[in-house]
């Protein structure tokens, strides 16, 4: 299978530059996999296609405001960092701009109170840091910090809180899990009430994500690791669905990489934590997910490569061709996707 093959053309004017206002009047695409039929509605409608028993997965990563700019110590070089994973205490993995300054013992002053040595350059270019810091280090990151909007989306977040879910809790994100992104307080709530489980698990988001295959042999890509975590409440809960045949609609393709990391041959959910590398394109066979609510993503991506898995690339294709013909809006702030 070529990456080419999961190509299709999306005019610029399409990409969403700024969220929906309220998070739920985003447009929702729900497109039926036995009648390979689609519905256009908005995301507020999407408690017409959930019913009592069924489990809905969310991930409740929260997103760092990661992206802090300082100055090399001694020259004044300018820089940028972008946090992409904590290793310890003080320790991260970050990428940076422009590396030429960044060899290891340079030192970077980003506020009176916070300050990084760097101390290895990784072969893939990204460099082992350790931040000193006077006072809580989140705290600090919150008062400097910028939210690290993707490469595609040019104008400036008014609201940090925006790029991240209302069910947001573990910090350590380097991107948002975007399709839970639609759901406010009062909608979740509803679906609750409506006797849908809703059940949390933790993917960190790194930026491997808007990271291009450049294989053109699918098989080929190395995917990108990130930290997961099921707790032993969800995967008990996940599995009685399971066993009840009850429908596992999971929000977004973060979740669905932690179900199907965490399930074994049997489709049994194991609670537990670690890094996961999973790579899902087309032929898959789901262990633990049923249906899926998500975003529209980049042509050639391994998230929409997930996507096919689900359905196939010809009928993954057709869909967003429909809309791209009926202008919903793409990625990060974009529109949804259910499919059932």
């Known amino acids: 299978m070529k990456t080419s093959d999961f190509f299709y053309e999306l005019p610029q004017q399409l990409i969403a ?10 447009r929702l695409l729900v497109y039926d996999r036995k009648t390979k039929s689609t519905q256009h509605r908005h995301f507020y409608g999407v408690t017409d296609y959930l019913k009592k028993g069924d489990v809905l997965v969310v991930n409740n990563t929260k997103v760092l405001p990661a992206r802090i700019y300082g100055k090399k110590r001694g020259t004044g070089g300018k820089i940028e960092f972008l946090l992409l ?16 300054i960044a ?12 300050s990084a040595e760097i101390l290895s350059v990784e072969q893939d270019g990204t460099r082992i840091v350790r931040f000193s810091c006077d006072g809580v280090f989140e705290d600090v990151l919150a008062q400097i910090g910028e939210m ?14 925006r790029y991240n879910t209302v069910y ?16 406010t307080d009062a909608l979740l709530q509803k679906v609750k009430d409506m006797g849908v489980e809703v059940v949390e698990v933790l993917l960190h988001v790194g930026l491997g994500t808007f990271r291009p295959v450049k294989v053109e042999d699918v098989t080929q890509h190395h995917m990108h690791s990130e ?30 990489r932690t179900l199907e990391s965490a399930a074994d041959e049997n489709g049994v959910v194991h609670a537990g934590s670690g890094n996961t590398e999973i790579f899902i ?17 980049l042509p050639e991506s391994t998230l929409i490569m997930l996507v096919s898995a689900l359905c196939s690339r010809e009928e993954i294709l057709a869909v967003y061709n429909e809309a791209v013909r009926e202008k919903y809006r793409f990625f990060s702030f974009g529109d949804a996707m259910l499919i059932l």
């Open 168 to 183: 947001s809790k573990v910090d350590g994100s380097a991107a948002a899990p975007t399709a839970g992104l639609h759901f």
């Open 103 to 114: 060899k290891p013992g340079a030192v970077f002053d980003f506020s009176d109170k916070l």
């Open 281 to 297: 394109y087309p032929p898959y066979k789901f262990k633990a997910v049923d249906c899926l609510i998500t975003n529209f993503h």
């Open 227 to 256: 930290y997961y975590s099921v707790s032993e409440q969800a995967a008990q809960r996940i599995n009685a669905a399971k066993a009840e045949g009850r429908r596992i609609i999971c929000v977004g393709t973060t979740s669905v």
């Open 17 to 26: 530059q700024t969220p929906a206002e309220p998070r739920d009047s985003a």
């Open 85 to 100: 994973k904590r290793l310890d205490l003080d320790r991260w993995e970050v990428i940076l701009k422009p590396g030429r």
């Open 148 to 161: 690290p909007l993707p490469p595609y989306i040019t104008q400036k977040l008014q609201d940090k809180k």
